[in-house]
């Protein structure tokens, strides 16, 4: 299964292109599904309400689902309360009801990836479009799982839970549920759910791509977005660059927007020339249904239907479990593109390659904590546990070579195994 996540800066119409495509896709032969969670965009440009419990059919080939994390929200409430209905009666805690619960903030990304999952699980659909909220959040949404799996590991120790066999015979005297035996049940449910979030994310067959208007600052914001989609293992596959003006006009003033349109766009193709470009058209108004859809990307415009795998070298960490081809077969696992190079031999050192295109020296960071290194590209920061070989051994320094981030690791004495 293809699923492409499409995003990028607030008012570049990505909605719009998310919904081309795929109806591009489905008009290539692939049962496609576009999900939102946007309230009324899709309606108008898809021409046709959608559905929150099941997918709308839109097109031949083509479904529309929109998430209501209103809904999802309740349901996990609900779930839990009755769940922890124990402790709760201990404490004396009046429960909620369905009708006064509203959803929190995150409650729309806890909402999305869930439905991003089920959906993936499915054999309904060769391809999953996503609209994605705005790149920055998107960056953020697309590292949560991974960060609270770290965050249950630190506060929930699975190894703690050796004790886990006297838990029941203590419940048994006390009289209720122990507090620490429903703690570590709930943390199994979170790992095992946020697990599969993971997969999907991390899967060969995902990708990431961005939209974005012919502006004078395009090509700076891309590729800050590219930068913080890299240091998360994030793969780009396409620029689509939105609403560009016909050249060659007489009206002067059409003339000077269109050729600084031109000017952005040789811009972004320099600042990507290992990611495809997509060139969409300015309709001279919104498309509203499938037929404006149909005439967007009519012509150059249908290559955003392009649903391939193939790899830009921006891949994300190994996954558990490896795309399905054609026949059934798996594919294998994303391999990590954070990679060990032995330089022992010649310079006494290992460098950890981090492949961070688009990334800048004013805005790096980098600091080990323990057998753990922050790294810091702008406004994200990742953090990775070292690889074993690295644990032994103390940064040197770190430097930004094409678009490649190297952090040099000299063996400590104490900790490196003595040569005979």
């Not at 089920?118 to 909220?133: G, I, L, N, Q």
């Not at 029941?168 to 703690?183: D, N, R, S, T």
């Not at 095992?192 to 939209?211: H, N, Y």
């Given at each position: 299964?293809?699923?492409?996540?499409?995003?990028?800066?607030?008012?570049?119409?990505?909605?719009?292109?998310?919904?081309?495509?795929?109806?591009?896709?489905?008009?290539?032969?692939?049962?496609?599904?576009?999900?939102?969670?946007?309230?009324?965009?899709?309606?108008?440009?898809?021409?046709?309400?959608?559905?929150?419990?099941?997918?709308?059919?839109?097109?031949?080939?083509?479904?529309?689902?929109?998430?209501?994390?209103?809904?999802?929200?309740?349901?996990?409430?609900?779930?839990?309360?009755?769940?922890?209905?124990?402790?709760?009666?201990?404490?004396?805690?009046?429960?909620?009801?369905?009708?006064?619960?509203?959803?929190?903030?995150g409650?729309?990304?806890?909402?999305?990836?869930?439905?991003?999952?089920?959906?993936?699980?499915?054999?309904?659909?060769?391809?999953?479009?996503?609209?994605?909220?705005?790149?920055?959040?998107?960056?953020?949404?697309l590292?949560?799982?991974?960060?609270?799996?770290?965050?249950?590991?630190?506060?929930?120790?699975?190894?703690r839970?050796?004790?886990?066999?006297?838990?029941?015979?203590?419940?048994?005297?006390?009289?209720?549920?122990?507090?620490?035996?429903?703690?570590?049940?709930?943390?199994?449910?979170?790992?095992?759910?946020?697990?599969?979030?993971?997969?999907?994310?991390?899967?060969?067959?995902?990708?990431?791509?961005?939209?974005?208007?012919a502006?004078?600052?395009?090509?700076?914001?891309?590729?800050?977005?590219?930068?913080?989609?890299?240091?998360?293992?994030?793969?780009t596959?396409?620029?689509?660059?939105?609403?560009?003006?016909?050249?060659?006009?007489?009206?002067?003033?059409?003339?000077a927007?269109?050729?600084?349109?031109?000017?952005?766009?040789?811009?972004?193709?320099?600042?990507?020339?290992?990611?495809?470009?997509?060139?969409?058209?300015?309709?001279?108004?919104?498309?509203?249904?499938?037929?404006?859809l149909?005439e967007?990307?009519?012509?150059?415009?249908?290559?955003?239907?392009?649903?391939?795998?193939?790899?830009?070298?921006?891949?994300?960490?190994?996954?558990?479990?490896g795309?399905?081809?054609?026949?059934?077969?798996?594919?294998?696992?994303?391999?990590?593109?954070?990679?060990?190079?032995?330089?022992l031999?010649?310079?006494?050192?290992?460098v950890?390659?981090?492949?961070?295109?688009?990334?800048?020296?004013?805005?790096?960071?980098?600091?080990?904590?323990?057998?753990?290194?922050?790294?810091?590209?702008?406004?994200?920061?990742?953090?990775?546990?070292?690889?074993?070989?690295?644990?032994?051994?103390?940064?040197?320094?770190?430097?930004?070579?094409?678009?490649?981030?190297?952090i040099?690791?000299?063996?400590?004495?104490?900790?490196?195994?003595?040569?005979?």
């Open positions: 299964m293809r699923t492409v996540l499409v995003t990028g800066p607030g008012g570049a119409g990505r909605t719009t292109l998310a919904a081309a495509t795929a109806l591009a896709a489905a008009r290539k032969g692939a049962r496609a599904l576009l999900l939102t969670t946007e309230s009324s965009a899709p309606e108008t440009v898809l021409g046709t309400a959608l559905g929150a419990e099941a997918p709308t059919p839109i097109a031949p080939g083509l479904h529309a689902r929109r998430i209501d994390p209103g809904d999802r929200f309740r349901q996990e409430f609900l779930a839990f309360q009755e769940r922890a209905g124990a402790a709760l009666d201990l404490l004396g805690a009046a429960p909620l009801d369905e009708d006064e619960l509203t959803e929190l903030p409650a729309e990304d806890f909402a999305l990836l869930q439905a991003l999952r089920a959906e993936h699980a499915s054999d309904a659909w060769d391809t999953v479009v996503v609209d994605m909220p705005s790149a920055a959040e998107t960056i953020r949404l590292a949560l799982p991974n960060q609270v799996r770290r965050y249950l590991r630190r506060l929930l120790p699975p190894e839970q050796a004790a886990r066999a006297l838990r029941p015979v203590l419940a048994q005297l006390a009289g209720v549920p122990m507090p620490a035996q429903k703690l570590y049940e709930a943390a199994e449910r979170w790992e095992t759910e946020l697990s599969a979030v993971q997969r999907v994310i991390d899967d060969p067959g995902t990708s990431v791509r961005l939209v974005t208007e502006g004078p600052v395009a090509a700076a914001n891309l590729r800050a977005i590219r930068a913080g989609l890299a240091l998360h293992g994030r793969r596959d396409g620029v689509v660059v939105n609403r560009l003006l016909p050249t060659g006009s007489a009206d002067p003033f059409l003339a927007l269109s050729g600084s349109q031109q000017t952005a766009l040789k811009a972004l193709r320099e600042e990507f020339p290992d990611v495809p470009v997509h060139e969409v058209p300015h309709l001279g108004r919104d498309p509203q249904g499938v037929a404006e149909d967007l990307i009519d012509g150059p415009a249908g290559e955003i239907g392009d649903t391939g795998t193939g790899d830009t070298g921006e891949t994300g960490e190994p996954g558990e479990t795309d399905r081809g054609r026949n059934g077969e798996t594919a294998g696992p994303r391999p990590d593109p954070w990679t060990v190079e032995d330089r031999a010649t310079d006494g050192l290992l950890w390659r981090v492949p961070l295109p688009g990334a800048e020296r004013r805005g790096l960071g980098l600091v080990r904590r323990g057998d753990e290194i922050v790294v810091t590209v702008g406004r994200f920061r990742r953090i990775r546990t070292l690889p074993s070989v690295l644990r032994r051994c103390t940064v040197s320094g770190a430097g930004l070579r094409d678009g490649v981030l190297e040099r690791f000299s063996p400590d004495p104490d900790l490196w195994p003595k040569s005979d």
